[in-house]
Protein backbone atom coordinates (compact mmCIF):
# COMPACT_ATOMS: atom_id res chain seq x y z
CA UNK A 1 0.00 0.00 0.00
CA UNK A 2 1.60 3.18 -0.93
CA UNK A 3 2.41 6.15 1.95
CA UNK A 4 2.54 10.13 1.61
CA UNK A 5 5.65 11.08 3.74
CA UNK A 6 5.41 15.09 4.24
CA UNK A 7 8.01 17.22 5.89
CA UNK A 8 6.02 20.05 7.77
CA UNK A 9 6.46 23.77 8.06
CA UNK A 10 6.62 25.47 4.41
CA UNK A 11 4.31 27.83 3.32
CA UNK A 12 2.16 26.45 0.06
CA UNK A 13 2.47 29.81 -2.24
CA UNK A 14 1.31 29.21 -6.17
CA UNK A 15 -1.58 28.03 -8.08
CA UNK A 16 -3.34 24.79 -7.53
CA UNK A 17 -5.61 23.54 -10.25
CA UNK A 18 -9.37 22.53 -9.18
CA UNK A 19 -9.89 19.47 -10.61
CA UNK A 20 -14.11 18.44 -11.92
CA UNK A 21 -16.21 17.18 -8.70
CA UNK A 22 -16.02 14.13 -7.80
CA UNK A 23 -19.50 13.84 -6.55
CA UNK A 24 -20.97 15.36 -9.73
CA UNK A 25 -18.92 13.12 -11.83
CA UNK A 26 -20.33 10.24 -10.04
CA UNK A 27 -23.29 10.72 -10.25
CA UNK A 28 -23.21 11.96 -14.06
CA UNK A 29 -22.02 8.68 -15.05
CA UNK A 30 -24.34 7.34 -13.38
CA UNK A 31 -26.83 9.48 -15.51
CA UNK A 32 -25.62 7.80 -18.70
CA UNK A 33 -27.93 5.07 -18.12
CA UNK A 34 -30.61 6.96 -18.89
CA UNK A 35 -29.95 6.54 -22.74
CA UNK A 36 -28.36 4.33 -25.13
CA UNK A 37 -27.01 8.25 -26.95
CA UNK A 38 -23.57 8.81 -25.82
CA UNK A 39 -23.26 11.31 -23.10
CA UNK A 40 -19.63 12.93 -23.27
CA UNK A 41 -19.07 14.45 -19.85
CA UNK A 42 -15.58 17.18 -19.92
CA UNK A 43 -13.46 18.18 -16.96
CA UNK A 44 -13.96 14.54 -15.35
CA UNK A 45 -11.47 14.18 -12.65
CA UNK A 46 -8.96 11.36 -12.58
CA UNK A 47 -9.37 9.20 -9.64
CA UNK A 48 -10.52 5.91 -8.18
CA UNK A 49 -13.67 6.13 -7.79
CA UNK A 50 -14.29 7.78 -11.01
CA UNK A 51 -12.50 4.10 -11.73
CA UNK A 52 -15.13 2.49 -9.64
CA UNK A 53 -17.93 3.78 -11.22
CA UNK A 54 -16.45 3.02 -15.04
CA UNK A 55 -16.13 -0.78 -14.18
CA UNK A 56 -19.50 -0.99 -12.90
CA UNK A 57 -20.93 0.96 -15.82
CA UNK A 58 -19.36 -1.37 -17.87
CA UNK A 59 -20.66 -4.58 -16.39
CA UNK A 60 -24.22 -3.62 -16.95
CA UNK A 61 -23.00 -2.92 -20.74
CA UNK A 62 -21.92 0.76 -21.47
CA UNK A 63 -19.10 1.76 -23.49
CA UNK A 64 -17.17 3.43 -21.49
CA UNK A 65 -14.05 5.51 -23.14
CA UNK A 66 -11.47 8.44 -22.35
CA UNK A 67 -11.65 10.13 -25.94
CA UNK A 68 -8.91 12.30 -23.69
CA UNK A 69 -7.49 12.74 -20.61
CA UNK A 70 -10.01 15.00 -18.92
CA UNK A 71 -13.47 13.54 -21.11
CA UNK A 72 -15.21 10.51 -20.81
CA UNK A 73 -17.43 9.52 -23.32
CA UNK A 74 -20.46 6.87 -22.26
CA UNK A 75 -22.91 5.03 -24.87
CA UNK A 76 -24.77 2.11 -25.52
CA UNK A 77 -27.63 -0.11 -24.20
CA UNK A 78 -28.00 -1.88 -21.13
CA UNK A 79 -27.40 -5.56 -21.05
CA UNK A 80 -27.13 -6.19 -17.21
CA UNK A 81 -28.96 -4.76 -14.44
CA UNK A 82 -27.12 -6.31 -11.34
CA UNK A 83 -25.00 -3.73 -9.73
CA UNK A 84 -22.49 -6.61 -7.73
CA UNK A 85 -21.28 -6.45 -4.25
CA UNK A 86 -17.60 -6.56 -5.35
CA UNK A 87 -18.27 -3.07 -6.80
CA UNK A 88 -20.77 -1.69 -5.06
CA UNK A 89 -18.50 -2.72 -1.56
CA UNK A 90 -15.58 -0.12 -3.01
CA UNK A 91 -17.69 2.99 -3.26
CA UNK A 92 -21.23 3.56 -1.94
CA UNK A 93 -22.03 5.80 -4.45
CA UNK A 94 -22.56 2.81 -7.04
CA UNK A 95 -26.65 2.94 -5.20
CA UNK A 96 -26.82 5.66 -7.69
CA UNK A 97 -27.41 2.95 -10.74
CA UNK A 98 -30.60 2.03 -8.72
CA UNK A 99 -33.01 4.53 -10.14
CA UNK A 100 -31.45 4.73 -13.64
CA UNK A 101 -31.62 0.95 -14.01
CA UNK A 102 -35.17 1.03 -12.66
CA UNK A 103 -36.82 3.22 -14.28
CA UNK A 104 -34.97 2.37 -18.05
CA UNK A 105 -35.71 -1.32 -17.28
CA UNK A 106 -38.14 -2.04 -15.13
CA UNK A 107 -35.73 -3.93 -12.94
CA UNK A 108 -32.68 -3.88 -11.26
CA UNK A 109 -30.60 -5.98 -8.39
CA UNK A 110 -27.68 -3.57 -6.56
CA UNK A 111 -26.18 -5.09 -4.14
CA UNK A 112 -26.91 -3.15 -0.53
CA UNK A 113 -24.08 -0.63 0.28
CA UNK A 114 -23.66 -0.95 3.98
CA UNK A 115 -22.19 1.02 6.57
CA UNK A 116 -18.53 2.52 6.08
CA UNK A 117 -16.21 4.04 8.05
CA UNK A 118 -18.24 7.41 9.03
CA UNK A 119 -21.33 5.91 9.76
CA UNK A 120 -24.37 3.28 8.94
CA UNK A 121 -25.41 5.24 6.20
CA UNK A 122 -28.97 3.49 5.40
CA UNK A 123 -30.60 3.90 1.80
CA UNK A 124 -34.42 4.12 3.19
CA UNK A 125 -34.93 7.17 1.82
CA UNK A 126 -33.78 5.96 -1.73
CA UNK A 127 -35.88 3.02 -1.66
CA UNK A 128 -39.02 4.88 0.24
CA UNK A 129 -39.27 6.88 -2.66
CA UNK A 130 -39.14 4.44 -5.34
CA UNK A 131 -41.63 2.57 -3.84
CA UNK A 132 -44.07 5.67 -4.04
CA UNK A 133 -43.21 5.89 -7.53
CA UNK A 134 -44.63 1.86 -7.90
CA UNK A 135 -41.54 -0.14 -7.29
CA UNK A 136 -41.94 -3.19 -5.92
CA UNK A 137 -38.78 -3.73 -3.40
CA UNK A 138 -37.59 -7.15 -1.61
CA UNK A 139 -34.04 -7.47 0.39
CA UNK A 140 -32.50 -10.83 -0.79
CA UNK A 141 -29.13 -12.22 0.50
CA UNK A 142 -27.77 -8.38 0.85
CA UNK A 143 -29.26 -7.49 -2.10
CA UNK A 144 -32.03 -4.32 -3.29
CA UNK A 145 -33.97 -6.46 -5.69
CA UNK A 146 -36.16 -4.18 -7.17
CA UNK A 147 -39.03 -4.36 -10.04
CA UNK A 148 -41.66 -1.97 -11.78
CA UNK A 149 -43.78 -4.10 -13.72
CA UNK A 150 -45.72 -1.44 -15.03
CA UNK A 151 -42.99 0.98 -15.11
CA UNK A 152 -42.48 4.01 -12.75
CA UNK A 153 -45.13 7.06 -11.99
CA UNK A 154 -44.40 10.31 -10.53
CA UNK A 155 -45.22 10.60 -7.15
CA UNK A 156 -45.01 13.58 -4.71
CA UNK A 157 -42.35 12.88 -2.19
CA UNK A 158 -41.56 14.61 0.93
CA UNK A 159 -37.90 13.78 2.62
CA UNK A 160 -38.20 13.63 5.97
CA UNK A 161 -34.47 15.32 6.14
CA UNK A 162 -32.32 16.33 3.81
CA UNK A 163 -30.50 13.25 1.92
CA UNK A 164 -28.13 13.99 -1.76
CA UNK A 165 -28.11 10.35 -2.96
CA UNK A 166 -31.89 9.83 -2.41
CA UNK A 167 -32.46 12.90 -3.98
CA UNK A 168 -30.46 12.21 -7.19
CA UNK A 169 -31.60 8.56 -7.49
CA UNK A 170 -35.05 10.17 -7.35
CA UNK A 171 -34.14 12.84 -10.03
CA UNK A 172 -32.83 10.42 -12.39
CA UNK A 173 -35.83 7.83 -12.17
CA UNK A 174 -38.12 10.40 -12.12
CA UNK A 175 -36.44 11.93 -15.70
CA UNK A 176 -38.16 8.78 -17.18
CA UNK A 177 -41.51 7.97 -15.39
CA UNK A 178 -44.91 8.72 -16.16
CA UNK A 179 -46.27 11.79 -15.39
CA UNK A 180 -45.33 14.36 -12.49
CA UNK A 181 -42.83 13.66 -9.87
CA UNK A 182 -42.29 16.72 -7.04
CA UNK A 183 -39.40 16.30 -4.55
CA UNK A 184 -40.00 18.23 -1.39
CA UNK A 185 -37.00 19.06 0.97
CA UNK A 186 -34.78 18.07 -1.50
CA UNK A 187 -31.14 18.42 -1.23
CA UNK A 188 -29.72 21.53 -3.18
CA UNK A 189 -25.92 21.09 -3.45
CA UNK A 190 -24.30 22.26 -6.33
CA UNK A 191 -24.12 18.90 -7.45
CA UNK A 192 -27.78 18.43 -7.77
CA UNK A 193 -28.09 21.46 -9.90
CA UNK A 194 -24.68 20.08 -12.24
CA UNK A 195 -27.22 16.83 -12.39
CA UNK A 196 -30.68 18.96 -13.38
CA UNK A 197 -28.87 20.75 -16.19
CA UNK A 198 -27.24 17.71 -17.62
CA UNK A 199 -30.62 16.41 -17.33
CA UNK A 200 -32.05 19.02 -19.12
CA UNK A 201 -29.16 19.02 -21.65
CA UNK A 202 -30.55 15.16 -22.37
CA UNK A 203 -34.08 16.15 -22.97
CA UNK A 204 -35.31 16.33 -19.24
CA UNK A 205 -38.14 18.37 -17.83
CA UNK A 206 -36.95 19.40 -14.33
CA UNK A 207 -37.57 22.97 -12.66
CA UNK A 208 -36.78 23.86 -9.54
CA UNK A 209 -33.24 24.45 -9.63
CA UNK A 210 -30.84 25.39 -6.81
CA UNK A 211 -34.05 25.23 -4.37
CA UNK A 212 -35.95 22.58 -2.05
CA UNK A 213 -38.56 21.55 -4.63
CA UNK A 214 -38.00 20.19 -7.51
CA UNK A 215 -40.68 19.37 -9.93
CA UNK A 216 -39.40 16.06 -12.81
CA UNK A 217 -41.99 16.05 -15.53
CA UNK A 218 -41.21 12.66 -16.96
CA UNK A 219 -40.61 12.43 -20.80
CA UNK A 220 -40.10 9.35 -23.03
CA UNK A 221 -36.56 9.44 -23.35
CA UNK A 222 -33.31 11.12 -23.12
CA UNK A 223 -31.07 11.49 -25.66
CA UNK A 224 -27.30 12.32 -25.53
CA UNK A 225 -25.37 15.58 -24.40
CA UNK A 226 -21.93 17.21 -23.60
CA UNK A 227 -21.27 18.31 -20.43
CA UNK A 228 -18.78 19.88 -18.38
CA UNK A 229 -18.43 18.93 -14.64
CA UNK A 230 -18.79 21.83 -11.82
CA UNK A 231 -15.34 22.54 -10.07
CA UNK A 232 -15.05 20.43 -7.08
CA UNK A 233 -15.98 22.76 -4.10
CA UNK A 234 -14.46 19.87 -1.32
CA UNK A 235 -11.22 20.40 -3.34
CA UNK A 236 -10.85 23.86 -3.18
CA UNK A 237 -11.81 24.21 0.78
CA UNK A 238 -9.15 21.76 1.28
CA UNK A 239 -6.65 23.56 -0.48
CA UNK A 240 -7.92 26.62 0.70
CA UNK A 241 -7.33 25.11 4.27
CA UNK A 242 -3.58 23.92 2.61
CA UNK A 243 -3.07 27.42 1.92
CA UNK A 244 -3.99 29.16 5.36
CA UNK A 245 -2.25 26.18 7.87
CA UNK A 246 1.06 27.24 6.16
CA UNK A 247 0.98 30.76 6.31
CA UNK A 248 0.89 30.70 2.75
CA UNK A 249 -1.10 32.35 -0.41
CA UNK A 250 -2.36 30.18 -2.76
CA UNK A 251 -4.60 31.08 -6.24
CA UNK A 252 -7.22 28.07 -6.57
CA UNK A 253 -7.58 28.67 -10.50
CA UNK A 254 -11.45 27.41 -11.38
CA UNK A 255 -12.64 27.29 -8.43
CA UNK A 256 -16.43 28.59 -7.83
CA UNK A 257 -16.46 30.28 -4.14
CA UNK A 258 -20.32 30.06 -4.35
CA UNK A 259 -20.34 26.72 -4.56
CA UNK A 260 -18.73 26.37 -1.00
CA UNK A 261 -21.90 28.14 0.88
CA UNK A 262 -20.90 28.65 4.36
CA UNK A 263 -16.93 26.91 4.58
CA UNK A 264 -15.64 30.48 3.16
CA UNK A 265 -17.17 32.32 5.67
CA UNK A 266 -16.19 30.71 8.35
CA UNK A 267 -12.63 30.32 7.50
CA UNK A 268 -12.65 34.35 6.93
CA UNK A 269 -13.72 34.72 10.51
CA UNK A 270 -11.16 32.21 11.70
CA UNK A 271 -8.53 34.66 9.94
CA UNK A 272 -8.09 33.94 6.89
CA UNK A 273 -7.89 36.04 3.89
CA UNK A 274 -10.38 34.95 0.89
CA UNK A 275 -10.92 36.77 -2.24
CA UNK A 276 -12.83 35.77 -5.23
CA UNK A 277 -11.02 36.56 -8.53
CA UNK A 278 -11.91 36.28 -12.22
CA UNK A 279 -10.68 32.80 -12.66
CA UNK A 280 -11.21 31.39 -9.10
CA UNK A 281 -10.42 32.10 -5.97
CA UNK A 282 -7.05 33.68 -3.40
CA UNK A 283 -6.52 31.95 -0.13
CA UNK A 284 -4.06 33.34 2.34
CA UNK A 285 -2.98 34.09 5.86
CA UNK A 286 -0.60 36.73 7.16
CA UNK A 287 -1.69 36.44 10.57
CA UNK A 288 -2.56 33.98 13.30
CA UNK A 289 -5.77 31.81 13.07
CA UNK A 290 -8.68 32.39 16.17
CA UNK A 291 -10.78 29.54 16.91
CA UNK A 292 -14.20 29.39 15.12
CA UNK A 293 -17.39 27.03 15.96
CA UNK A 294 -18.60 25.16 12.57
CA UNK A 295 -21.51 22.94 12.38
CA UNK A 296 -21.91 20.85 9.68
CA UNK A 297 -25.40 21.33 7.90
CA UNK A 298 -27.12 20.08 4.13
CA UNK A 299 -25.77 22.93 1.65
CA UNK A 300 -25.86 26.16 1.37
CA UNK A 301 -24.69 25.07 5.17
CA UNK A 302 -20.80 23.97 6.85
CA UNK A 303 -19.75 20.93 4.46
CA UNK A 304 -19.40 17.71 6.16
CA UNK A 305 -17.02 16.58 3.96
CA UNK A 306 -15.05 19.94 4.85
CA UNK A 307 -15.10 18.72 8.85
CA UNK A 308 -11.88 17.08 9.47
CA UNK A 309 -10.12 19.91 7.06
CA UNK A 310 -11.39 22.56 9.08
CA UNK A 311 -10.84 20.74 12.53
CA UNK A 312 -7.26 20.64 11.62
CA UNK A 313 -7.04 24.27 10.81
CA UNK A 314 -8.64 24.57 14.33
CA UNK A 315 -5.87 22.90 15.65
CA UNK A 316 -3.23 25.23 15.47
CA UNK A 317 -5.60 28.38 15.99
CA UNK A 318 -5.28 30.81 19.09
CA UNK A 319 -8.31 29.98 21.91
CA UNK A 320 -11.09 26.98 21.18
CA UNK A 321 -13.32 26.21 19.01
CA UNK A 322 -16.64 23.82 18.99
CA UNK A 323 -17.18 22.04 15.94
CA UNK A 324 -20.24 19.69 15.74
CA UNK A 325 -21.37 17.27 13.12
CA UNK A 326 -25.00 17.08 12.44
CA UNK A 327 -25.27 15.08 9.28
CA UNK A 328 -23.24 11.47 9.68
CA UNK A 329 -22.52 9.64 13.66
CA UNK A 330 -19.47 8.93 13.27
CA UNK A 331 -16.86 11.45 11.64
CA UNK A 332 -14.45 12.37 13.72
CA UNK A 333 -11.52 9.15 13.38
CA UNK A 334 -9.34 11.65 12.51
CA UNK A 335 -9.24 13.04 16.19
CA UNK A 336 -6.87 10.56 17.84
CA UNK A 337 -4.47 10.56 14.64
CA UNK A 338 -4.54 14.07 14.96
CA UNK A 339 -3.96 14.53 18.83
CA UNK A 340 -1.03 11.81 18.34
CA UNK A 341 0.28 14.85 16.73
CA UNK A 342 -0.42 16.74 19.30
CA UNK A 343 -3.67 18.48 18.71
CA UNK A 344 -5.93 18.78 21.85
CA UNK A 345 -9.29 17.43 20.79
CA UNK A 346 -12.03 16.17 22.96
CA UNK A 347 -15.22 14.64 21.24
CA UNK A 348 -17.88 14.86 23.05
CA UNK A 349 -20.98 13.19 21.37
CA UNK A 350 -21.50 15.11 18.14
CA UNK A 351 -19.10 17.70 19.13
CA UNK A 352 -15.53 17.95 19.16
CA UNK A 353 -13.95 20.69 21.27
CA UNK A 354 -10.63 21.55 20.20
CA UNK A 355 -8.45 23.71 22.01
CA UNK A 356 -5.79 25.32 19.30
CA UNK A 357 -1.73 24.18 20.15
CA UNK A 358 1.09 26.88 18.78
CA UNK A 359 2.26 23.82 16.99
CA UNK A 360 1.97 19.87 15.89
CA UNK A 361 4.67 17.60 15.76
CA UNK A 362 4.92 15.22 12.63
CA UNK A 363 4.12 11.54 13.23
CA UNK A 364 3.26 8.08 11.23
CA UNK A 365 -0.43 8.17 11.21
CA UNK A 366 -3.17 6.22 9.64
CA UNK A 367 -5.96 7.39 7.14
CA UNK A 368 -9.54 5.78 7.94
CA UNK A 369 -10.99 7.35 5.18
CA UNK A 370 -11.44 10.29 2.34
CA UNK A 371 -11.78 13.43 3.99
CA UNK A 372 -9.82 12.48 7.41
CA UNK A 373 -6.84 11.06 5.54
CA UNK A 374 -6.62 15.15 3.82
CA UNK A 375 -6.72 16.43 7.21
CA UNK A 376 -3.90 14.50 8.04
CA UNK A 377 -2.27 15.88 5.26
CA UNK A 378 -3.02 19.29 6.18
CA UNK A 379 -1.47 18.13 9.88
CA UNK A 380 1.73 17.24 8.68
CA UNK A 381 2.07 19.91 6.28
CA UNK A 382 1.83 22.08 9.39
CA UNK A 383 3.46 19.99 11.53
CA UNK A 384 7.71 19.75 13.29
CA UNK A 385 9.26 16.90 11.23
CA UNK A 386 8.33 14.12 9.40
CA UNK A 387 4.85 12.91 8.75
CA UNK A 388 4.18 9.30 7.14
CA UNK A 389 0.24 9.14 6.14
CA UNK A 390 -0.34 5.35 5.69
CA UNK A 391 -3.89 3.94 4.00
CA UNK A 392 -3.65 6.60 1.36
CA UNK A 393 -6.13 4.72 -1.13
CA UNK A 394 -8.62 7.05 1.05
CA UNK A 395 -7.26 9.72 -0.35
CA UNK A 396 -6.67 8.48 -4.13
CA UNK A 397 -10.69 8.07 -3.77
CA UNK A 398 -11.12 11.82 -4.30
CA UNK A 399 -8.38 13.69 -4.77
CA UNK A 400 -5.80 13.94 -7.73
CA UNK A 401 -2.24 14.49 -7.68
CA UNK A 402 -2.54 15.53 -4.52
CA UNK A 403 1.22 15.26 -4.02
CA UNK A 404 1.91 17.17 -7.09
CA UNK A 405 -0.11 20.03 -6.65
CA UNK A 406 1.00 20.26 -3.14
CA UNK A 407 4.69 20.01 -4.38
CA UNK A 408 4.45 22.68 -7.16
CA UNK A 409 3.45 24.97 -4.44
CA UNK A 410 6.39 23.93 -2.15
CA UNK A 411 5.28 21.36 0.04
CA UNK A 412 7.68 18.83 1.12
CA UNK A 413 6.00 16.02 -0.27
CA UNK A 414 6.02 12.55 -1.49
CA UNK A 415 4.22 9.18 -2.36
CA UNK A 416 6.23 5.79 -1.25
CA UNK A 417 5.51 3.59 -3.34
CA UNK A 418 4.35 -0.05 -1.73
C1 LIG B 1 -21.13 10.42 -3.63
C2 LIG B 1 -21.65 11.58 -2.86
O1 LIG B 1 -22.23 12.49 -3.42
N1 LIG B 1 -21.43 11.57 -1.55
C3 LIG B 1 -21.85 12.68 -0.74
C4 LIG B 1 -23.31 12.48 -0.36
O2 LIG B 1 -23.41 11.23 0.30
P1 LIG B 1 -24.85 10.59 0.53
O3 LIG B 1 -25.70 10.86 -0.64
O4 LIG B 1 -24.63 9.18 0.95
O5 LIG B 1 -25.35 11.42 1.78
P2 LIG B 1 -26.84 11.78 2.22
O6 LIG B 1 -27.05 13.24 2.00
O7 LIG B 1 -27.77 10.83 1.58
O8 LIG B 1 -26.78 11.47 3.78
C5 LIG B 1 -27.17 12.41 4.75
C6 LIG B 1 -27.62 11.66 6.00
O9 LIG B 1 -28.84 10.98 5.71
C7 LIG B 1 -28.74 9.62 6.06
N2 LIG B 1 -29.56 8.85 5.10
C8 LIG B 1 -29.39 9.02 3.76
C9 LIG B 1 -30.15 8.32 2.85
C10 LIG B 1 -31.14 7.44 3.33
O10 LIG B 1 -31.85 6.77 2.57
N3 LIG B 1 -31.30 7.32 4.68
C11 LIG B 1 -30.53 8.00 5.59
O11 LIG B 1 -30.71 7.85 6.81
C12 LIG B 1 -27.26 9.31 5.95
O12 LIG B 1 -26.91 8.16 6.70
C13 LIG B 1 -26.65 10.58 6.49
O13 LIG B 1 -26.62 10.55 7.89
O14 LIG B 1 -23.73 13.56 0.48
C14 LIG B 1 -23.03 13.62 1.73
C15 LIG B 1 -23.63 14.74 2.55
O15 LIG B 1 -23.39 15.97 1.98
C16 LIG B 1 -21.54 13.82 1.47
O16 LIG B 1 -20.85 13.72 2.69
C17 LIG B 1 -20.99 12.77 0.51
O17 LIG B 1 -19.68 13.11 0.10
C1 LIG C 1 -18.18 10.80 2.06
C2 LIG C 1 -17.70 11.03 0.83
O1 LIG C 1 -17.92 10.24 -0.24
P1 LIG C 1 -18.87 8.94 -0.36
O2 LIG C 1 -20.26 9.41 -0.19
O3 LIG C 1 -18.60 8.44 -1.74
O4 LIG C 1 -18.43 7.99 0.72
C3 LIG C 1 -16.88 12.22 0.54
O5 LIG C 1 -16.74 12.57 -0.65
O6 LIG C 1 -16.36 12.84 1.50
Not at 88 to 103: C, F, Q
Not at 175 to 195: H, K, V, W
Not at 351 to 375: C, E, H, K, Q, Y
Amino acid sequence: MDRIRIVGGRPLEGTIDISGAKNAALILMAAGLLTDDRLILANVPDLADVTTMSQLLAQHGIAVERPSARTLSLGGAITNTEAPYDIVRKMRASILVLGPLLTRTREARVSLPGGCAIGTRPVDLHLKGLEAMGAEIRLDAGYIDATAPHGLHGATITFPFVSVGATENLMLAASLAEGETILINAAREPEITDLATCLIAMGADITGLGTDRLTIVGVKSLHGATHSIIPDRIETGTYACAAAITGGAVTLRGARPNDLGAVLATMAQAGVDVTETPGGLHVSRRNGLHGTDAMTEPFPGFATDMQAQFMTLMAVAEGASMITESIFENRFMHVPELNRMGARINVHGSSAIVRGVPTLAGAPVMATDLRASFSLVLAGLAARGETIINRVYHLDRGYEAVEHKLAACGAQIERLAA
